[in-house]
């Protein structure tokens, strides 16, 4: 852990997280979220995803600037349910999940990238698509072999132009607003009924699917400075932001375009152009947005590389994944791991399928896990220091409990299935190694 570099400041940290936030995903989800709520009362959804990244952001924040080591979640749950069977079980199952769901997150934003290449290049066959996606994920990993300061530097850059890109979305929109358009409800509109919250559930999850990223500094604890104060500023002011930023730029899109049109828009951002400035800007803002999705890109393979290299330097996973590069230090292995699973998940899998799997597979182990474990080490230990201590304890972590509770149960059983067969094949896997391990001691004794 010691030869990682602390070359990341406040700045660096920011800009990572916000990149990592705002990639391809919300570009993708608009039109699925105000399909799942039928009208502008979508914009609870995001409200939702906003209250849950704060409370949960909390979370991070405390944990992040107790252990500020890499890995995040993975030195963790290691410390919240202690160094031995129970923590060693929990910090096990998140790097394994780490494994299948980082590079989903990948592909996910390496799927949506070919598929908004679309208005730009329509003659484009779904072979080649998948071609640009695997080419993208190889180009991400060209750029991340480097040092962590020339990342930063990186980082930097991509954040600027995010947010500008942004910042021209909502200034468009509200120069040409339409209130009857971005207001007008229908009388079920907030009819409290089992519908409605089953619509609030589904587009929560892609709204909370937008959001996720305000932690990735985490995963980069060994190498931020000062992370006491760095990790738990970079995440709320990351959060803050981008808020603001999201809810403009929905209320924006309704105010241009119809709620009923932009359900069904393939490229929601495009046409919200194409129709306030022609086809010009329009090819323009679509080249913006392919920028973003490359550096959400970049922010996450960064971010979840550290995981498996922090679980083998701890020796609780394979020891090659602990090998940083001779000259840049970086934990080259583990980054060429997950960059190749994502290169092969591109090919395999749809962008909608796996945006659920990914919200639902981390919901156990790392976000309820994470809450209720720092619950009951703060009951434990109530002496212990930590360098910072969230606001309105414990209503943050209450609170993401009973969201990531309800976002989870609002799934379709398929992925809930699915996330409960993941964690229960990882405990196999882990009390099989477990077994060896004690097996090769006695033999050794």
Not at 426 to 431: E, I, P, R, S, T
Request: hydrophobic fraction near 55%; charged fraction near 10%; glycine fraction near 8%.
């Amino acid at each position: 852990m010691s030869k990682l570099v602390r070359g990341l400041g406040l700045t660096q940290a920011v800009a990572i997280n916000t990149i990592d936030m705002v990639g391809i995903g919300p570009f993708i989800v608009i039109p699925f979220i105000i399909g799942a709520m039928h009208g502008p009362q979508c914009i609870i959804a995001w409200i939702l995803g906003a209250i849950l990244s704060f409370a949960d952001g909390a979370v991070w924040a405390e944990l992040g600037a107790k252990w500020p080591e890499a890995g995040g979640s993975y030195a963790f749950l290691q410390n919240l349910y202690g160094r031995k069977k129970w923590g060693r079980l929990m910090s096990f199952l998140y790097v394994w999940q780490t494994i299948i769901q980082a590079p989903l997150v990948a592909a996910s934003g390496a799927i949506g990238f070919s598929q908004y290449l679309l208005y730009l290049i329509p003659s484009l066959s779904p072979i080649e698509q998948k071609a640009v996606s695997s080419g993208l994920i190889i180009l991400i990993t060209i750029l991340l072999y480097r040092k962590i300061t020339d990342i930063g530097k990186i980082s930097v850059f991509m954040g600027i132009i995010v947010g500008g890109t942004i910042l021209w979305l909502i200034a468009s929109g509200f120069s040409h607003f339409q209130p009857a358009l971005a207001f007008t409800f229908s009388k079920d509109a907030f009819d409290l009924t089992p519908a409605f919250f089953l619509g609030l559930g589904q587009a929560s999850t892609k709204t909370i699917y937008s959001f996720l990223g305000y932690y990735n500094v985490c995963h980069l604890g060994g190498e931020i400075k000062e992370p006491e104060r760095n990790i738990p500023r970079s995440i709320f002011l990351s959060i803050g932001i981008i808020a603001v930023l999201y809810l403009l730029m929905q209320v924006a899109v309704l105010g241009v375009i119809p709620w009923q049109e932009a359900k069904d828009s393939q490229f929601i951002i495009s046409l919200f152009f194409e129709r306030l400035y022609g086809h010009t800007s329009a090819l323009i803002a679509t080249g913006l947005i392919l920028f973003i999705a490359v550096s959400s890109l970049f922010a996450v393979l960064l971010g979840y590389s550290r995981v498996p290299y922090a679980a083998a330097v701890d020796g609780n996973f394979f020891s090659v994944f602990g090998k940083l590069h001779p000259t840049k230090n970086f934990p080259y292995v583990s980054l060429l791991v997950l960059a190749g699973a994502a290169f092969v998940f591109s090919l395999l899998f749809k962008m909608k399928e796996i945006i659920t799997a990914i919200i639902v597979m981390r919901i156990l182990v790392q976000f309820l896990g994470q809450a209720v474990g720092l619950i009951l080490y703060h009951s434990h230990y109530k002496q212990e220091r930590f360098p910072y201590r969230m606001w309105w304890y414990p209503l943050p972590p209450v609170v993401a409990i009973m969201v990531w509770g309800f976002v989870f149960c609002s799934s379709e059983a398929r992925y809930m299935l699915g996330a409960v067969a993941v964690i229960g094949l990882g405990a196999a896997l882990f009390y099989l190694k477990e077994n060896a391990a004690l097996k090769n001691q006695a033999t050794n004794l």
